[in-house]
């Protein structure tokens, strides 16, 4: 029930509440106001008794018998003591924090998220349920007054909850993006460093009332405060961790033990806050065997089992830390130095790194964060457990059926879904042992040479590696060599030597652009010739129709040079501005789709009528046509016109393609 | 974690961008969420899906790429091994824990070495040879077995599908 009204309070039942409350409020005062000027006219009969209430006031206040003074004083007792005008206050106050609160969201985080919305819910009435429980099961209270003040204390306390809860959220959220506005978070800042600072003064605010109420009572305030200024710490520094890593180049070595402790020691402290909280509760209410107890127990179970989670996570960490340091050495600079690799776990620079057994490298904060829930080399799968010792063992095993060169491995591999076994310490001391359950995962296009070789997700980093190096070298050719070297040094010899050089035939290279033919021959279709026709309709079908005439369809058969250069025309560059960059992913994916058609729509007519001579001619023609469709997109008013007329004749032709098409599909 | 998951995502996309593989395109739809990725991959040549332009959701975990992304086609599939919602279980998209199938070594799970590049390449050799022995549409798989022309028909149907061709 209650949550179904929380859905539904839209805006404009805020205002109409808001108006309802702003209205109360007036007649309160009003009638207070009409209380006063009784009382002043016939002072002895209701002042007396307003006094006692309002004996705070005029104590503090120097109480001068002035005619305003007084009017005021017996206005503020009126309105206390009057039930129907205390009410009334109560529900504006609270009509402020909503409004307040409003204006934050408005303010600082603009619209919500479902997630964000959904949590602040679940928040919202947790709180409530236990601060119910408290109030009435643990504190037991039992005057009207007490129990409005810890409400009041309490409303606050939930609001910041939810604030920081609100924070928290949109943080992770904006952690997502590598583009948020400088401005965003410096509001967000600026919003938790205010809550900050409240959560401080209402801490001073609980130490005041404690000197008055005695400890007990300054125990259960404060654990909450507590609890808020934790989390609220815990964001900022979260937060700023974050900004100061994203703003700065390179690799923060230290940021992985600074993240993680941060929030250890944040997540420790509240935890432990919660449960000397909820144990003073059970100890102190002499509430054992009520409902209020059962749920603080269950409540403090689940605290505990989270604290006991939380360092026995630590525990691994330490170990995890120990390991590393024990068994992988820091790299020397020379190491580095000589060292071409990015970290393969981060792809950043590598300034300084731990080396492993197997002699490869990773930031020491990467290793540490893979190491806590794998135990093996992320690159060649070596295990880096204590049971090295059985697993060489297996390998020697092994190598008596493994012949010795590499390449003689090979018939074993033709047999799919078996084990294969690889002691790399045959072929060099380096080399890992390991062995692979075979299933069909080669790589697509590559010679059939290579899908029979040993995969093994280091040849193809090393692969990478020097591809990167030699974007010209067809990755297959750089595999053929690394397997024979096994070292990716000896292989950049090889290729600077010349020893090795790009086959013709290679089908993954990617970088054999042809740009001689980014021609632009559309200039001459605003006649409405059928030859003219022939000479567009390149681009044409890139743009998804189908048409009927057989040379266009000729005509856009074998011009996937021409279309693969317009994908690198949009792909040989990366925009530093996050919108440019959608913008240009659209546009090479509909270039990629409509180039997929072409190709289908050729290969179709191909196998329809296979015996073609003409073809070639239309060859010729189209290649520099289509090229011309995408990379003149909107080149002016001319061309739009011209697009515009092209447009109603393609779907002219679209409708007989069609029909040409299914027939033809009939007939093959 | 979300910020080292960002930079090494940062760094694959402008990869992905610069030196794409063929006839594969990915990258986060919309730059609020660089999590979430939709990756466009062509069916590849001389096999059932030849020619099709299947799109796919990739979703990153933050600690990405400690953990591996989930993948998901956002078009129709009939695959052996893509469940029927889209999912697309192979052994590269698993962390080396878990192991749903429990076929797989672990040397061919995910680790951070991986990247969005290898999961597609890794794709495109499933669609063109399907593992049916760890079938995720047993349905799939019991027709690449037994009735290799109909699938390759339903493959078809896929691909101009996939195309907006009309059937
Ligand atoms: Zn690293
Ligand atoms: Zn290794």
Redesign the pocket.
């Known amino acids: 029930m209650p949550m179904m009204f929380l859905d539904r309070m839209p805006l404009p039942r805020m205002k109409t509440y808001t108006m309802l409350s702003l209205m109360l409020l007036a007649s309160a005062v009003f009638h207070a106001h009409q209380v006063t000027v009784q009382v002043l006219e016939e002072p002895e009969s209701v002042f007396d008794s307003d006094r006692k209430n309002a004996s705070n006031v005029t104590d503090s206040v120097e109480f001068q018998p002035s005619n305003t003074t007084d009017s005021v004083i017996t206005f503020l007792g009126v309105m206390v003591d009057d039930p129907w005008c205390i009410w009334t206050l109560i529900n504006m106050a609270y009509c402020c924090l909503i409004l307040l609160g409003k204006g934050i969201q408005r303010l600082v985080f603009g619209d919500l998220r479902v997630s964000e919305q959904q949590h602040i819910k679940d928040k919202f009435w947790n709180f409530v349920f236990y601060k119910f429980i408290f109030v009435f099961g643990v504190m037991n209270v039992q005057y009207m007054n007490e129990m409005v003040l810890w409400c009041a204390w309490f409303s606050v306390l939930g609001f910041l909850h939810i604030l920081v809860q609100l924070g928290k959220d949109r943080f992770e959220y904006l952690s997502f993006s590598p583009s948020t506005p400088r401005w965003t978070h410096i509001r967000m800042l600026s919003l938790l460093a205010s809550i900050l600072l409240t959560s401080l003064a209402l801490l001073t605010l609980c130490t005041l009332v404690g000197l008055h109420a005695g400890l007990n009572t300054f125990a259960f305030m404060a654990a909450e405060c507590v609890l808020l200024t934790v989390r609220t710490l815990y964001v900022i520094v979260r937060y700023s961790i974050h900004l100061w890593d994203f703003n700065k180049k390179g ?1 923060w070595e230290n940021r992985g033990s600074y993240m993680y402790y941060t929030e250890l020691v944040f997540e420790l402290a509240a935890l432990s806050v919660d449960f000397c909280h909820h144990l003073h509760m059970l100890l102190w209410g002499n509430i054992f065997l009520s409902m209020a107890s059962l749920v603080i127990c269950m409540q403090l179970r689940y605290l505990f089992h989270e604290m006991q989670r939380r360092v026995k996570k630590h525990k691994n960490y330490l170990r995890v830390v120990h390991h590393m340091e024990a068994n992988y050495p820091m790299a020397s600079y020379d190491v580095i130095d000589s060292n071409i690799d990015d ?1 393969a ?2 792809w ?1 620079k590598m300034e300084a790194a731990r080396v492993l057994p197997c002699n490869h490298m ?2 020491n ?2 290793l540490r964060s893979w190491l806590e829930q794998d135990t093996s080399c992320p690159t060649c799968r070596t295990s880096l457990s204590d049971s090295r010792s059985s697993s060489s063992s297996q390998a020697e095993e092994l190598t008596e059926t493994v012949p010795d060169t590499p390449e003689a491995t090979t018939p074993n591999r033709q047999q799919r879904n078996h084990f294969f076994h690889f002691d790399g310490s045959r072929y060099m001391p380096w080399l890992p042992s390991f062995s692979v359950e075979v299933t069909h995962t080669q790589l697509l296009g590559a010679e059939p040479q290579l899908q029979q070789s040993i995969q093994t997700s280091q040849l193809d980093s090393m692969a990478r590696q020097v591809q990167s190096m030699f974007p010209h070298m067809p990755i297959n050719v750089i595999m053929d060599d690394l397997r024979v070297t096994r070292s990716v040094e000896i292989t950049i010899e090889n290729i600077l030597d010349e020893r090795l050089l790009p086959a013709p035939s290679a089908q993954l290279s990617r970088t054999g652009s042809q740009p001689s033919e980014t021609l632009s021959t559309q200039v001459s279709t605003s006649s409405s010739t059928d030859d003219s026709m022939i000479f567009y309709a390149g681009g044409d079908i890139a743009d998804g129709a189908f048409l009927d005439n057989d040379e266009v369809l000729h005509s856009s058969l074998p011009d996937t040079n021409s279309a693969e250069n317009v994908l690198e025309s949009f792909g040989s560059r990366f925009s530093k501005c996050p919108t440019e960059r959608e913008v240009i992913l659209q546009k090479r994916k509909e270039s990629l789709v409509q180039q997929a058609r072409k190709k289908y729509m050729a290969k179709r007519h191909r196998q329809s009528n296979s015996g073609s001579e003409c073809c070639q001619q239309g060859e010729l023609q189209s290649t520099g046509s289509s090229s011309s469709s995408n990379q003149h997109m909107g080149e002016g008013d001319c061309e739009s016109r011209r697009r515009n007329t092209l447009e109603q004749r393609r779907s002219a032709m679209y409708l007989a393609a069609r029909q040409r098409l299914e027939s033809q599909n009939g007939l093959s | 974690m979300a910020g080292s998951a960002l930079k090494r995502l940062m760094a694959e996309y402008k990869q992905l961008t610069l030196n794409p593989p063929e006839g594969i395109i990915a990258g986060p739809i919309d730059e609020e969420n660089f999590f979430q990725w939709e990756a466009l991959i062509t069916g590849p040549e001389d096999t059932c899906f030849e020619g099709g332009v299947f799109p796919a959701q990739l979703t990153f975990p933050h600690d990405y790429p400690l953990s591996p992304p989930k993948m998901k086609f956002n078009c129709e599939m009939f695959h052996p091994n893509i469940y029927p919602d889209g999912r697309v279980c192979i052994s590269i998209l698993h962390a080396p824990g878990d192991d749903p199938m429990g076929y797989e070594s672990s040397a061919e799970r995910w680790s951070p070495v991986q990247s969005v590049e290898k999961i597609l390449l890794s794709v495109v050799s499933m669609l063109a040879e399907p593992n049916d022995e760890s079938a995720a549409n047993v349905d799939a798989a019991k027709v690449w077995r037994e009735d290799r022309d109909g699938f390759n028909k339903l493959a078809e149907k896929l691909v101009r599908k996939s195309l907006g061709l009309p059937q």
Request: glycine share 0%.
């Open positions: 690799v970290c776990i981060c950043d990773f930031h904060s990467c």
